[in-house]
């Protein structure tokens, strides 16, 4: 009987040793995965802010990347290569990981980039000088924020993904579980969300696509002005984008996220059928629409849109978390502008004027957006005056601000761009999650 007692106490504390190591690597699993998730979010935001770097009155360095394969890959590696800093855990298993890069060391590599592969002329070297004198900050600084979770966030820099590498214990067969803010709003909210953000992903694709330069003073989007069927043919192009992974929701925010993905060779071959057709002016040539294909070497043009659930499912959210989110969080944040030029009537005056609308319309939704008002008397401008470090990631929202529509008057364009207001809310709520996480 003895010796059958001693046994089953063995026995007990093989299996409780078992149960606390399999809880022990969970629980250090869990870590890993929250630290990969917080890395991947501090590399976009600094993509994000790199990105908002406004380069003189029409240019972003998000429009600039545009111009060259080339451009983008060395801009997306120097963000790689940035140190993060070391992580920080919560009790509630969530990581924060920070990373700062000095603007300095932005304007010359952007320089850098302008001497060896670009040949536009809307960026001269003369504008990165003048970005200090935009930017009052010496240094871009983010937080990346994660919670453990499998599946990275779309839109990361080139080679991140694969730098931060599979997720521990190895890739998940089946779909990555749903974070819990938004089982709160149901499933009817998430499938709208998706839908909304697939809808804005065809529209950031739409203007990835009408930024392909085709001569060195010509882009798709002049190239459209010429005829209404050129645009009309080449918008049908989109039909042909799918989507590429799983929509990815965020674990903090009732913000989905999609990425839509139409072949390089599919958008060239329309733009050359649709050269043959219609076009009568003579600033484009077919050979012009070869050089493409050399210029860009991706065999694909890929955005990633974005979008919330309605306002009804975000108040429910509100009352189950007992949470009070601005009413501008819960709906598109929009602004129009105007332009005009003195021969509006041809197609390159059309152009100009919407170029000084699309220009005067990001223009009033930064004054709209610095205006908002989080709480009491603070506003988002007060907001990122108290905490610096912001000011760079309030500027870089306007990286996903995106053209929603265009139309012409008999002597103006009227251009409307749009943000979600949740991008904003993000922003600003992370800095308030951070504030509260302080010992």
Not at 146 to 162: S, T
Not at 193 to 203: E, L, N, P, S
Not at 336 to 351: K, M, N, V, Y
Request: hydrophobic residues 40%; proline residues 5%; glycine residues 6%.
């Amino acid at each position: 009987m003895r010796i059958r007692h001693v046994t089953g106490i063995a026995i007990a504390l093989v299996v409780t040793a078992a149960a606390a190591l399999g809880q022990d690597v969970a629980q250090a699993q869990k870590k890993l995965l929250s630290k990969r998730a917080a890395e991947a979010d501090a590399y976009r935001k600094l993509a994000e802010a790199v990105y908002g770097v406004q380069l003189n009155s029409r240019t972003y360095v998000k429009d600039y990347v545009t111009e060259s394969d080339d451009i983008r890959g060395s801009v997306d590696e120097f963000i790689k290569g940035i140190r993060l800093g070391d992580p920080v855990w919560y009790d509630d298993g969530s990581c924060e990981v920070t990373a700062e890069v000095t603007v300095a060391k932005v304007i010359e590599t952007l320089r850098s980039t302008h001497d060896r592969y670009y040949d536009g002329d809307s960026v001269k070297t003369s504008d990165f000088e003048s970005i200090t004198r935009r930017i009052e900050k010496k240094v871009i600084k983010v937080i990346g924020m994660g919670a453990p979770r499998e599946d990275l966030p779309p839109n990361l820099p080139e080679g991140v993904a694969e730098m931060l590498g599979p997720p521990p214990g190895g890739p998940s067969s089946g779909p990555p579980p749903i974070p819990d803010i938004w089982k709160t709003v149901g499933p009817q909210a998430r499938l709208m969300a998706i839908g909304g953000a697939r809808k804005d992903a065809q529209r950031r694709l739409a203007e990835r696509i009408k930024g392909l330069r085709l001569t060195a003073r010509t882009q798709v989007r002049d190239f459209m002005t010429e005829s209404d069927q050129i645009t009309t043919e080449l918008c049908a192009t989109l039909v042909g984008a799918y989507e590429v992974g799983r929509p990815y929701l965020h674990h903090d925010e009732l913000i989905a996220e999609v990425t839509m993905c139409v072949p390089t060779e599919q958008v060239i071959t329309a733009i050359k059928t649709l050269h043959s057709r219609h076009y009568k002016g003579d600033d484009v040539k077919g050979h012009d629409i070869e050089k493409i294909v050399k210029r860009v070497i991706k065999k694909d043009f890929v955005a990633t849109g974005m979008s919330v659930p309605a306002p009804r499912f975000i108040h429910k959210y509100e009352q189950r978390a007992q949470v009070d989110l601005p009413d501008w969080s819960m709906g598109m944040i929009e602004a129009r502008g105007q332009g005009t030029d003195e021969d509006i009537a041809s197609a390159q005056g059309r152009l100009k004027a919407a170029r000084a609308a699309e220009l005067d319309a990001r223009r009033k939704l930064v004054e709209r957006i610095a205006g908002l008002s989080i709480k009491a008397e603070t506003t988002v401008r007060d907001f990122t005056t108290q905490y610096d470090h912001l000011s760079s990631l309030v500027d870089a929202i306007m990286v996903d601000a995106v053209v929603t529509e265009t139309r012409f008057t008999s002597d103006s364009a009227v251009v409307t761009v749009q943000v979600p207001g949740m991008r904003v809310w993000a922003v600003v709520n992370s800095e308030f999650v951070h504030q509260r996480r302080q010992p």
